[in-house]
């Protein structure tokens, strides 16, 4: 099963922005669909953002002008730039890639936004 690493979460003030990443062993890369959720207490989790292996992106309404995922394919890596950062924005954010509907999820990371 391919493996995930995400790194980049921590605490933050609102208005201030973070970057996450994610690292995906093996080969294929550049292949798969992915993706970011996000999962905040006592709710569900959500897609945030997505990029095709084409490249092509959509994101959720709540952060759309806010947030930009991109990826590396040379370095395997999909990342989250998260700018203008809310209290909503507050959750464990999670990687997810794959393609032919087998994914598999990064362990999460946890985002806190405060003051």
């Known amino acids: 099963q391919v493996q995930l690493v995400q790194s980049g979460g921590g605490l933050v003030q609102p208005g201030g922005s973070l970057r996450l990443s994610c690292v995906v062993a093996?080969?294929?890369?550049?292949?798969?669909?992915l993706g970011w959720y996000r999962q905040a207490p006592g709710k569900q989790r959500e897609l945030v953002a997505v990029i095709t292996s084409g490249g092509s992106t959509n994101y959720a309404d709540s952060v759309k002008g806010r947030f930009t995922i991109s990826r590396d394919n040379a370095k395997n890596t999909g990342y989250l730039q998260m700018n203008s950062l809310k209290s909503e924005d507050t959750a464990v954010y999670y990687c997810?890639?794959?393609?032919?509907?087998?994914?598999?999820w990064g362990p999460g990371t946890q985002v806190t936004v405060s003051s």
């Open positions: 997810n890639a794959g393609i032919g509907g087998v994914f598999a």
């Open positions: 093996g080969n294929f890369f550049s292949t798969y669909v």
